[in-house]
């Protein structure tokens, strides 16, 4: 008999499940917004009641908020297209480098592989061919998409002010369910809804201070070592910190094989990738870890699960959100003694 009532539980717990995912990746065009937009609610919480502190009023507060986010993020994505469109000019100007290039290419594998020169050509031009088909529909995509990212930008910050807003209404909501099933719990629920809200907003702080002091270490370092355009990869590498792991590797990769194709030293390429071999470590170890991980203790198992379960059901936004949301998890789960073993499985210590 209690054999069959720990089956059923188990039962029970994977149809959650499967209905949980289920949910999350039929319903994405709608929770992907919502999701966002609550991640900025929570990192502009602070700035918010700083302004509310200073005599203005709630709403005021709300939007001068998400207009600065608003200012800072276009300011970034411009500076970032400028950044893109002096790379392109300057990759146009290896026309003259790539045959060289090539032509010790091509005698390095013929050497190594036993591939005539004609086959290696044949080789690349289909793949070439293949990629620029794909280029071309990535490119067609995103400019077919940007009305889509603008729209469902102004959804979430749309989502944000109103989260701002209201949040002393979702506060009480959840007191007002908890008072409903035992009057005992109120003051815990209380205090386990502000302490998410606490430390979910300096856990995202967090991580996007870890952001801005990578793409400043990055910009400064990569043009303290010569490379061109140091500011965009610098910039970008720092970004991309935003996936884990993942992210850290292909920012990484962009700057160095940039400068294997347009430097005529080898040592700034070497330069170039230790520098991003020791920053990659110095973010694991120090930095996140202090900075963001501090807040939220999450093992690299559980992070690597997120990404992954994230980039499934959402794709890239699923990588960004997933691990946040599963920090904030950590939170409830190390408040409420039901939940305490979930948050004992997914900490480090």
Known sequence: MKYRSSLFTVNQFLLF??????????GRSFLIPIALGSLLAMLLVPICKKLED???????????????????????FTVLIN?????????????????????????YVSDSFALSREQQEGYLKEQLKAAAGEITNFATLIFSSLGLYLVNFVIVITYAVL??????????????????????????????????TRVASSYIAGVFLVVLILAITNTITLYAIGLKHALFFGLTAGILNLIPYVGSLLGSLLPVVYALLTQDSSSVVVMTGIYFIIIQHVESYVLTPNIAGAKVDLSPLATIFALLLGSFIWGIAGMVVFVPILGIAKVVFDNVDV?????????TR
């Open 17 to 26: 499940l499967l209905l949980l995912f289920t949910m999350l990746y039929l």
């Open 54 to 76: 200073w005599g203005l009023s709630r709403g005021l507060s709300a939007g001068i908020s998400v207009l600065l986010t608003i200012v800072v993020i276009a300011g970034v």
């Open 83 to 107: 950044q893109i469109i002096l790379v392109g000019e300057d990759i146009g100007s290896l026309q003259d480098r790539l045959p060289t290039m090539l032509n010790s290419f091509y005698d």
């Open 163 to 196: 989260l701002l807003l209201y949040r002393d209404r979702l506060k009480n909501f959840v007191i007002q369910v908890v008072r409903k099933r035992s009057s005992d719990n109120v003051e815990d629920a209380a205090d386990i809804v502000e302490k998410t």
């Open 339 to 347: 939940l305490k073993p979930y948050g004992y499985l997914i900490a």
